[in-house]
C-alpha cells in the first residue's frame, strides 16, 4: 500500500520562506510524478508543481520564480521551497504521488502566510 508522509507547513510572515518535505513509501514506479496542490478556504485545490521521476517540472504560474520542487527518487520523497510568501499562500498542501496510474494523497499540511 502506497503512503504519502508530509512534513513542514507551519505559520510565517508574508515575504519569509517555508519548506515541505513529503516521503513516499510502498511499491513504487520507478517511472512516475510527484508534486504538490493545495487548497484554500473555499476554493478549488490547485496544483503548485509537478516533479517527473526524470526531473521535468511544472510550475504554476502564481509561484514561478518563488517556489522551488526537489525530488530524491532514491528515497522516493519530493520536496518543496516556498521564498517570498504571499497571504495568498496561505492553503493546505497536499503532496501527490502518480504511480502505475492511480493518484495518491498525503493527508495534508497547512500553511498560514500572515500580512
Known amino acids: 500500500q502506497v503512503q504519502l508522509v508530509e512534513s513542514g507547513g507551519g505559520l510565517v510572515q508574508a515575504g519569509g520562506s517555508l519548506r515541505l518535505s513529503c516521503a513516499a513509501s510502498?511499491?513504487?514506479?520507478?517511472?512516475?510524478?510527484m508534486g504538490w496542490y493545495r487548497q484554500a478556504p473555499g476554493k478549488q485545490r490547485e496544483l503548485v508543481a509537478h516533479?517527473?521521476?526524470?526531473?521535468?517540472?511544472i510550475y504554476a504560474n502564481s509561484v514561478k520564480g518563488r517556489f522551488t520542487i526537489s525530488r530524491d527518487n532514491v528515497k522516493n520523497s519530493v520536496s518543496l521551497q516556498m521564498n517570498s510568501l504571499k497571504p495568498d499562500d496561505t492553503a493546505v498542501y497536499y503532496c501527490?504521488?502518480?504511480?502505475?496510474?492511480?493518484?495518491?494523497w498525503g493527508q495534508g499540511t497547512q500553511v498560514t502566510v500572515s500580512s
Open positions: 501527490w504521488l502518480s504511480n502505475w496510474g492511480s493518484n495518491y
Open positions: 510502498g511499491i513504487i514506479a520507478s517511472i512516475n510524478v
Open positions: 516533479c517527473s521521476s526524470a526531473g521535468n517540472t
